[in-house]
């Protein structure tokens, strides 16, 4: 696909390719109302160099967050920082942002990948919840493990996790695959967490499961200070994003941006062709 087709896509689901672009988009958005989380494009990195630099500019995010007083903390993915190199590079470099984080009053989130690193990436959040407080996780509803996952995890005090459905194609052996199975999943580990007073990022876009979110969280009574809802950046969600708003409900925005934009948008759009003639038709509208 070409990359003039693919830039209109990207101009709104991507907040630039540097440091200054994302966080104009972040204090944008904070004036909104929103919180955020901001995420470097790019995995599966094996080329040191690349990874240092990487590191080096999560370093800077922390460093301009806090200048600038944003409200926005930082989601990354294991191989983009060495996992793919081996476990001890990407545990010494989450160890050393967690430490810039923990100076700076932040918080860093592990996000999830494939399922081929599903058990690496709990071995690293399991070693650094041992040692730190400001760190979470993510759960994929698809997976068949996922609820068996969130069980496991010992200390439920301190666990903080976005719950998502999950965009990597897997298997049908270990992933559902049905609509209507994903989201009871999904349901099932929402209840899961607010039986156990656990802290939940709600992550979706699905407004037939966020309605299906608000009757759990009235059927528990929970309060607003045990979750938060969240969504891509770029992605329509006005009339819910008001309604959580009016409800005094935290809505916390992902925000992508790097020079990788071409590869992410090519997956979004392989996830939903659809958003490729939304986006083209709003350019026309304007």
Not at 115 to 132: E, G, Q
Request: aromatic residues 12%; contains cysteine; charged residues 25%.
């Amino acid at each position: 696909m070409p990359k003039s087709l693919v830039r209109i896509f990207a101009k709104q689901y991507v907040a630039g390719e540097n440091v200054n672009d994302v966080l104009e988009v972040v204090s944008s958005l904070n004036k909104e109302g929103f919180k955020t989380t901001v995420d470097i494009l790019g995995e599966h990195f094996t080329d040191e160099n690349e990874i240092n630099e990487i590191v080096a500019e999560y370093n800077e995010l922390y460093k301009e967050i806090h200048n600038r007083n944003l409200d926005s903390n930082i989601s990354i993915k294991p191989t983009h920082i060495g996992l793919d190199i081996s476990y001890v590079t990407v545990l010494l470099n989450f160890t050393s942002l967690l430490d810039l984080a923990k100076k700076y009053n932040n918080f860093l989130r592990i996000d999830m990948e494939s399922s081929s690193i599903t058990d690496d990436t709990l071995k690293l959040y399991r070693k650094l919840i041992s040692i730190y407080d400001n760190v979470g996780i993510v759960f994929q509803s698809y997976l068949h493990r996922s609820y068996d996952d969130l069980k496991n995890i010992k200390n439920k005090s301190t666990l903080n996790f976005r719950l998502c459905k999950g965009i990597y194609k897997e298997s049908g052996n270990i992933a559902f695959s049905n609509y209507h199975d994903i989201n009871n999943n999904y349901l099932k580990m929402l209840e899961y967490a607010f039986e156990n007073d656990i802290y939940v990022g709600i992550a979706t876009h699905d407004t037939n499961l966020i309605d299906k979110c608000y009757e759990l969280i009235n059927k528990y009574n929970v309060t607003s200070d045990k979750f938060e809802f969240q969504v891509l950046y770029g992605v329509p969600m006005d009339n819910y994003l008001n309604k959580h708003k009016q409800n005094n409900y935290t809505v916390r925005v992902y925000v992508p941006y790097g020079k990788q934009w071409y590869e992410y948008s090519i997956r979004r759009i392989k996830e939903n062709p659809n958003i490729l003639i939304y986006v083209v038709k709003n350019l026309f509208k304007r």
